[in-house]
């Protein structure tokens, strides 16, 4: 019995001590790994490619595949040696792609691609429909799984990896044994009379703490005119959709849940505090700069929050007060700040 608290409190232990990092691009060429337990840089590797958007880590925290070039290059972080092992080559010749979307299965040997395609003739140029694609990880081989509408922004995998969610102007359900789409969660195409278009940008990320996909949503209420606002929250777990009305608006990028899903935060000019369960603003306050992102501790106390200026800014969630201001070596833009798994 003794030895086996003594290894419950080892295990503990090292828990506590291992340090929560994160990932963030940052111009030119870089990506930053912050250590949120000692709120500081952690290292930096340097891209192939300009401006790093989109980052996705792996399931074991040893790789990150991130957008470069304008969302054409797919390159390949190694977090281990703090290096690009490869450029994953997916553009067909003759062609030119935009990649906006990328989600990475459990096994993290197959990544999920929403890919514009322009094709190049001596003539012209021939924009393509949108499509997702899956890649092969090890080999780069793609596979078109399923065309999509104009305006998808992101993608998630429900935990069965039966479903693809393409966020757009609406939710789209993507069967991926089907290769179609198979149901969609009306936001800007509304059929209700008494709902109006819900307008959300997904192009910020970051629900590895919670499992909730948050954006803040705008919209005009049918009946009594009203100017509204919100959030949309996406379990990515199961699809399951909650729309959070939270009254007259205040202009916000994106949001982030907490890990027992009780509580929102909202960054653009000011930083917001949602009670998800009451539905409410609970904790308003002004900011310095405008902010474009953030991500949470993984105990909830903590939040991190950075865009538009080379600075990570942390805060207590409980008092929405600063706690520390962390200079970047660059400015990380409208980047994605992803959490990465534990190791």
Do not use: C
């Amino acid at each position: 019995m003794k030895a086996l608290l003594a290894f419950s409190f080892v295990v503990a232990l090292s828990f506590a001590q291992e340090p929560e990092l994160y990932v963030l691009g940052v111009h030119p060429h870089g990506i930053v790994i912050f250590d949120g337990t000692r709120n500081e840089i952690a290292g930096q590797i340097q891209t192939r490619g300009r401006a790093p958007k989109e980052l996705v880590p792996s399931p074991d925290g040893k790789f990150v595949y991130t957008t470069t070039d304008g969302r054409a290059k797919l390159e390949v972080v190694n977090l281990e040696t703090r290096s690009i092992d490869r450029v994953l080559e997916i553009t067909p010749p003759g062609y030119r792609l935009t990649i906006y979307g990328l989600v990475l299965n459990a096994k993290g040997d197959r990544l999920y691609v929403h890919v514009k395609p322009v094709r190049e003739l001596m003539d012209r140029y021939v924009v393509e429909s949108p499509q997702i694609w899956s890649v092969d990880v090890a080999s780069g081989k793609t596979l078109k799984i399923a065309e999509v509408p104009q305006g998808v922004a992101a993608l998630a995998l429900t935990r069965d990896e039966r479903k693809l969610i393409a966020w757009g102007r609406d939710l789209y359900y993507v069967d991926v044994a089907q290769n179609r789409i198979t149901d969609t969660f009306p936001l800007m195409n509304q059929t209700s009379p008494t709902a109006g278009a819900l307008n959300t940008l997904a192009l910020f990320i970051q629900f590895e703490r919670s499992g909730i996909f948050s954006i803040p949503y705008y919209t005009k209420d049918p009946i009594t005119a009203k100017d509204l606002m919100g959030l949309v929250n996406l379990d990515v777990t199961n699809g399951k959709v909650d729309v959070v009305e939270l009254g007259s608006p205040i202009p916000l990028y994106s949001a982030v849940v907490s890990p027992d899903r009780k509580h929102a935060y909202a960054v653009m000019n000011q930083l917001l505090a949602i009670d998800l369960e009451k539905k409410r603003i609970t904790q308003v306050t002004d900011l310095e700069r405008t902010r474009y992102v953030a991500n949470i501790s993984r105990d909830g106390k903590r939040l991190f929050v950075s865009g538009a200026a080379p600075f990570i800014h942390v805060y207590d969630t409980s008092t929405l007060q600063l706690i520390k201001t962390i200079e970047l070596p660059g400015d990380p833009s409208v980047t994605s700040f992803r959490a990465l798994p534990a190791r």
